[in-house]
């Protein structure tokens, strides 16, 4: 019954024979994991698929190869990266007028809203000043649909594109004019990333959210129902440091 181990221990038939099983039992279950299950995490999809093939030192492609077509597309479909920063709350129209009014907008320019929602700023952008190209970064996929239809419905699709990404992680840095509507804490953690990545000259317009210790060089406020909202502009400076 008991079997001598060469470091003089010793295991009994009946513990080996339970360690065997345990072992069978962990070989069934790993076959049974279904393929790409490492992957699956909110909002995982393909940023989590290639987080795993990295990790086992492949590349995403090839492991993309080795799902099947459905679990490929699973893998592969726009879900958010993660939980947006804020909701999605829509400008109302005279306050995206007298942003863009703001923006001062002309040949060349290009505009990146910054968390973009329904798309309305970049749409109007477009629409209303020829030559003028817009981008929309946001989180959301859903609304990516939705603003992707409202610039077809507004014949500027050619010069308006959104992307599903992360405001914090995107490259902007082509843009001429950045529109934000975001939160007083977001846009002092992306202040770094504006100052470092746009070219000074580069004009920030903020509805309802300052930028922390960086004085806005105008501000402007829109009648709105009995109230009102606050627009604040500011300008890339020159070496990017900002006044206070
Ligand atoms: C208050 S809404 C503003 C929408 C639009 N800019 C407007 O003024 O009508 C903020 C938007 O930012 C998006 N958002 C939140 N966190 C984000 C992130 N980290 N990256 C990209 N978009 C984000 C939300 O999904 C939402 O649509």
Redesign the pocket.
């Known amino acids: 019954m008991r079997d001598e181990l060469k470091d003089g221990s010793s295991l009994s038939s009946a513990s080996c024979l339970a360690v065997s099983r345990v072992a069978l039992l962990c070989c069934l279950m790993l076959a049974c994991v279904p393929e790409g299950f490492a992957g699956a995490e909110p909002g995982g999809g393909a940023a989590s698929l290639a987080r795993v093939a990295t990790a086992k030192g492949k590349s995403p492609s090839r492991a993309a190869a080795r799902l099947s077509p459905q679990r490929r597309r699973v893998a592969q479909s726009k879900k958010?990266?993660?939980?947006?920063?804020?909701?999605?709350?829509?400008?109302p129209t005279e306050?995206?007028e007298e942003?863009l009014r703001l923006a001062a907008l002309k040949e060349g320019d290009v505009l990146y809203?910054?968390?973009?929602?329904?798309?309305?700023?970049p749409i109007t952008a477009a629409e209303r000043h020829a030559g003028v190209r817009a981008v929309?970064?946001?989180?959301?996929p859903e609304?990516i649909k939705v603003a992707e239809e409202g610039a077809r419905r507004a014949g500027v699709s050619d010069r308006v594109r959104f992307r599903?990404?992360?405001?914090?992680?995107?490259d902007f840095r082509e843009a001429t004019v950045v529109?934000?509507?975001?939160?007083d804490r977001?846009n002092v953690l992306l202040r770094p990333k504006l100052l470092r990545e746009l070219r000074p000259g580069t004009r920030i317009i903020s509805?309802d959210f300052r930028m922390g210790v960086w004085k806005p060089e105008q501000t402007v406020r829109v009648p709105w129902k009995s109230l009102y909202r606050t627009v604040y502009v500011w300008t890339v400076p020159k070496g990017r440091r900002i006044g206070r």
């Open positions: 958010p990266a993660r939980k947006p920063d804020v909701i999605f709350v829509p400008t306050t995206v942003m809203d910054l968390g973009s929602g329904d798309g309305r700023i929309g970064i946001e989180i959301d609304l599903q990404e992360d405001l914090f992680r995107a529109t934000l509507y975001l939160s977001l509805h």
